[in-house]
């Protein structure tokens, strides 16, 4: 693979090239894709690799003795390594392969949850979390008659850590949150919030679907127990995503769901289980999702995040810049660490009719509540308009997209 680009080398438009989506044309405008916190577009080399697999090699993995399967499975545990080392996790088997990270944090909630919260026990979650990284601790909550606290947000949109330390004690068994805001996109400081915790000798979760792709992430240095992505957030496939154990806690926990390929023997009398990872993946796998998350590694490591997180932070604060000369737009969220999330409400108007009429324009953003129901009622409002800028964006996209913002206000006065 090549080497990462220098600031000096890279071109925007070189690289849109490999974002065939990208040329399309919505609505006789050229499309303006700045959805890209819900999925990324992907590039040629993710879908080619996926469309090589089906042409080529399409087999079961783990399975066959016959050349394509051995090709299939090669494929698939070798991706297992460079995601190992893409996060630096100590070794491949702490990385399991999930459906995306709301699967990953329902395996750690059912499988070590089940397992190590009882009555009166106490869970930590923040208020800017995704449904993903609340539904399941509430459930978790329900079934054991444990308790669910809630680090509360500043104005600026940052976690409180003052308050969050007032919330843990010996009760603290699990502490789950999210790296990066998907609907603010506040960068939390979560070593210190995994510090702090394992002070408490309680366990964290980081939520990192928002991160793995805008900057470099070091399981081991965070010292996260639990780290979770998904593979179509970062260039990658849907249906595929990571969750990252550390290998003692994966090795103590009980399988999340059983059947083939997660056992080593299987008789009436009982039942034997495979090794981690294979013990958490049961049933066949999303061979295409690792071949494709695998070549989305490869995309992100060929532009390098230097360059991703340059050319984002020059998008999000132009972005900022052109927006704040418009009256009626008030920014929702504005963290001093911030990654290349724009979300705003133009007072007065709901921002779903916001959506709707910049879709006419070619410009394709996210309006509501983002799965962060709760962070809305923060903000005592019913959503936001969000525009989630990737590496191929560009500035010229800003300005149709502040543009059709201009006409759009100007329309529904
Ligand atoms: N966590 C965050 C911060 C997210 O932004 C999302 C998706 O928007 C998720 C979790 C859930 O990811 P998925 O739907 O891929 O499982």
Known sequence: MEAALTKQMFDVETLRKEFPILKRVVNGKPLVYLDNAATSQKPLSVINAISDYYCNYNSNVHRGVYSISL???DAYDCTRDKISEFINAGSASEI???????????LVAYSYGLENVAEGDEIIVSEMEHHANIVPWQVLCKKKNAVLKVIPVNDKGELIIDEYKKLLNNK??????????????????VKEITDLAHQRGAKVLIDGAQAVHHMPVDVQDIGADFYTFSGHKMYGPMGIGVLYGKLELLEAMPPYQTGGDMIISVSFKGTTYNEVPVKFEAGTPN?????????????IKSVGFDVINSHEQELINYATEKISEIDEIEIIGTAKNKASVLSFVVRGQHPMDIGI???????????????TEPLMDRFSIPGTVRASFAVYNTPEEIDIFIDALKRTIKALK
């Not at 009429?357 to 799965?371: E, I, N, Q, S």
């Open 287 to 299: 061979v295409e999702g690792v071949i494709g998350l695998n070549k989305a590694i490869d995309f």
């Open 71 to 73: 090709e299939a499975s």
């Open 172 to 189: 603290t068994k699990i502490v789950a949150v999210v790296h990066i805001s998907n609907a603010l996109g506040t960068i939390n400081p």
């Open 96 to 106: 399991i392969f999930t459906r995306g990270a709301t699967d990953a944090v329902n």
């Open 357 to 371: 009429m910049l879709d006419t324009y070619g410009v394709a953003l996210r309006t509501g509540k983002h799965c």
